[in-house]
């Protein structure tokens, strides 16, 4: 598979950029980031509230198969300019993480392809690389769980 | 001389990104690279040291020249460390693009 994603986080700087080139007009990459329905389908969560419009909030949930909230986040839409950018805050909930700013830019490259530049500011230098390291983290969790599980069986 | 230099810490110079991209076509001697840069030969040989006190890059004595070579090893182990955040994205953005390549043809 070819490496489309491009993470750009330069060491010390509180802020990061995600890069990413579609084989989609562009009015479908931002129909994508938009419409509720869609979006629950591509990000894998539950789209509670999605109101996209300059001053409208956002609120995802996660559950788990029984039913339980393993993620909430929401944020406030503060730019909403159709087919060119959305600006928005960010806020896991109940975890330690300080809300993000992000901005998301969306680009005409052909009448087929499009491009999305996501531009996230943290609070702080410390705040990026925790949640950077977050998959990585729970990468490791997992695979310390699957190694638990399979010394579980030995025993 | 700081022995506990981070790898981060090193690749977030621009100009040390530029060393490494150069060497990894082929093996350089400090005065080929520093050829490439219009900055001083010292500043050059300076992030050459950093570099190689992070193991980014290797020395390799060839008569009397050295020659620096990238370590795709240690290349790798700062690849992996974001790549878990980067899969993450580059899943979702694939499944958005199936979604609206099948949207697109629904209509």
């Known amino acids: 598979m070819e490496r489309k ?3 750009t986080a330069e060491d010390g700087q509180q802020d990061m950029l995600i890069t990413r ?3 989609l007009p562009l009015e479908l990459l931002f129909k994508a980031n938009v419409e509720p329905e869609i979006v629950e389908q591509w990000m894998g969560t539950k ?6 419009r300059k001053h409208g909030g956002w609120q995802y949930e996660t559950s788990d198969p ?3 909230v393993v993620f909430r986040a929401n944020g406030v839409i503060h730019e909403f ?14 975890t330690p993480f300080p809300v993000q700013l992000e901005f998301f830019e969306f ?5 087929d392809t499009s491009k999305l530049t996501m531009h996230i500011v943290y609070k702080s230098v410390a705040a990026r690389d925790q949640m950077l390291k977050l998959p990585f983290a729970q990468g490791l969790n997992m ?6 599980a399979a010394v579980g069986k030995l025993v | 001389m700081n022995l506990r230099r981070d790898v981060f810490q090193a690749i977030a110079d621009p100009t040390r990104r530029a060393i490494l991209l150069l060497v990894a076509s082929q093996a350089m001697t400090a005065g080929a690279i520093a050829s490439n840069f219009d900055t001083a030969r010292p500043t050059v040989s300076k992030h050459l040291q950093i570099l190689t006190e992070c193991e980014l890059l290797g020395q390799e004595q060839n008569g009397r020249e050295i020659y620096y070579h990238l370590n795709p090893k240690k290349m790798k182990e700062i690849a992996q ?7 993450m994205w580059d899943d979702r953005f694939d499944k958005l693009e199936n979604i609206m390549k099948k949207y697109k043809s629904k209509k």
């Open chain 1, 107 to 111: 680009e005409k490259l052909t009448d």
């Open chain 2, 81 to 87: 460390f974001i790549e878990p955040f980067r899969k």
């Open chain 1, 66 to 68: 029984k039913g339980n």
């Open chain 1, 5 to 7: 994603t491009k993470i």
């Open chain 1, 47 to 52: 789209v509670v509230k999605l109101e996209s």
């Open chain 1, 81 to 94: 300019v159709p087919n060119q950018k959305i600006t928005r805050t960010f806020e896991m909930e109940n």
């Open chain 1, 143 to 148: 695979a310390h769980d699957r190694l638990q």
């Open chain 1, 21 to 23: 080139e579609f084989d």
